[in-house]
Structure formats: structure tokens, C-alpha cells
Nanobody, 119 residues
Framework: QVQLKESGGGLVQAGGSLRLSCAAS????????MNWFRQAPAKEREFVVG????????YYAGSVKGRFTISRDNAKNTVYLQMNSLKPEDTAVYYC????????????WGQGTQVTVSS
């Protein structure tokens, strides 16, 4: 059974940092990009950042470049999202997903983790 399990969300003040984790299991993900999406209340889900599992190439959405960093640990089958200089507009449910580069398509979704940034 394929599972993507996010963790690390929470409440943080503006300017603070959080690190999200996505533990992947149930199949080999080497042919996928591992992507982070987010969905704020009353807004559509949007692509944030992704990393191609095979070679580590990274794709960023413009709004987070320079503040968010994605990385992977092949041994642990885990992808991380380091979020720095958080802003209230970063408040959303963050989803891990396995699919195409830059979120072109998604085959698997995690359940999501809430990130709330207070002003």
C-alpha cells in the first residue's frame, strides 16, 4: 500500500521556521518527482516546490524561492521541506505528492499537514 505521510506542521509566528517531513512507503519512487503543494482556505491547491527523486533537480514556485528549501534522504525514503522567513500568507494545509516534475500530474497524495503563521 502506497503511503505518503507528512509531519511537522504547526503554529509559528511570522518570521519563524518549520520543517515538514514526508515519509514515503509502499513502492519505489525513483521515477517520480516528490512535490509539495499547499491549499489555503477558499483557494485552489498550488504547487510549492518539488524534487526529482532520481537526480535531485529542484523546481520552485516563485513565491517561495529563497525562503523554502526541499531535500531528500534516499536511505529514509523521506523528503523534507524547510520553510524559513514564514509569512501569514504561507498559512495553508501542505500536501506531499508523488508525480511529475513541478506538479505536472500527481499519482499519490499525502493526507496533509496544517501550517499556521501568525502575524
Amino acid at each position: 500500500q502506497v503511503q505518503l505521510k507528512e509531519s511537522g506542521g504547526g503554529l509559528v509566528q511570522a518570521g519563524g521556521s518549520l520543517r515538514l517531513s514526508c515519509a514515503a512507503s509502499g513502492r519505489t519512487f525513483s521515477s517520480y518527482a516528490m512535490n509539495w503543494f499547499r491549499q489555503a482556505p477558499a483557494k485552489e491547491r498550488e504547487f510549492v516546490v518539488g524534487i526529482r527523486w532520481s537526480d535531485g533537480v529542484i523546481y520552485y514556485a516563485g513565491s517561495v524561492k529563497g525562503r523554502f528549501t526541499i531535500s531528500r534522504d534516499n536511505a529514509k525514503n523521506t523528503v523534507y521541506l524547510q520553510m524559513n522567513s514564514l509569512k501569514p500568507e504561507d498559512t495553508a494545509v501542505y500536501y506531499c505528492a508523488a508525480g511529475g516534475v513541478a506538479g505536472a500530474y500527481t499519482d499519490y497524495w499525502g493526507q496533509g499537514t496544517q501550517v499556521t503563521v501568525s502575524s
